[in-house]
């Protein structure tokens, strides 16, 4: 498994006027190309009487990249949208540039310039985030010792997600593979060896 990539926070949308037409960037996080395509779905009945809603998306299975003209020019459109994915580094994401024309006809480079701008703003919106392939690890400890561990483990760089107060504390937290290691040595010093993380699973989280 591939240790990080980049993706989109969360579902977004922007908008600018450019010679009397409007343009509306949207942006949604996909995982399928199913995903993918409802979405450009929904915004093409939401906005059915506009001239243009132009797509793009990237995928990391099966490393698909797909885009449309929606009757625009060819190569004027779907294009600069996809282009500015793949030049940010944007995988999982589907970007949907919607333009209610306006009356002025705004030439080949006009339209790469708008389609282009209505992709990166959609994105800004979205959130650029970096996804880590991450250890998800659990402790066990005494009560007497949770404060000093709940504090340990985000100065590592690890994320606590879960506590458990039982008969004793177990704490759920995620890390990345190359923190994993000091963050062992340090639980070790703190505890004089008594604690250890355990490793349960590996996923993918965002890390700021």
Partial sequence: MEGSYK????????EFTEQR????????????EKEALAFIEEKKKQH???????????????????YS????????????????????????????????????LLGAGGLVRAYTRGAKIALEAGGI????NCHVCTVNCRYDQYGRLS?????????????????NVTITFHISPEDHGS??????????GSIEPEITDERFFAMK
């Fill in 69 to 104: 003209d929606d009757g625009e020019p060819h190569g004027t459109a779907g294009v600069p949208t996809l282009d500015v994915m793949i030049k940010s580094g944007v995988t999982d994401a589907v970007v949907v540039v919607t333009r209610y024309f306006g009356g002025i």
């Fill in 129 to 132: 985030v970096e996804m880590k």
């Fill in 48 to 66: 059915w009487d506009a001239k243009h809603n132009v797509y793009a998306y990237v995928l990391r299975e099966g490393g698909i990249q797909r």
């Fill in 183 to 192: 963050l062992v040595r340090q639980l070790a010093d703190a505890t004089g």
């Fill in 151 to 167: 504090g340990l483990i985000p100065s590592c760089g690890g994320v606590i997600d879960d506590t458990d107060f039982g008969e």
């Fill in 7 to 14: 993706t989109i926070e969360k579902e977004a949308q922007d």
């Fill in 21 to 32: 037409s409007r343009f509306i960037g949207y942006v949604r996080p996909v995982k399928t």
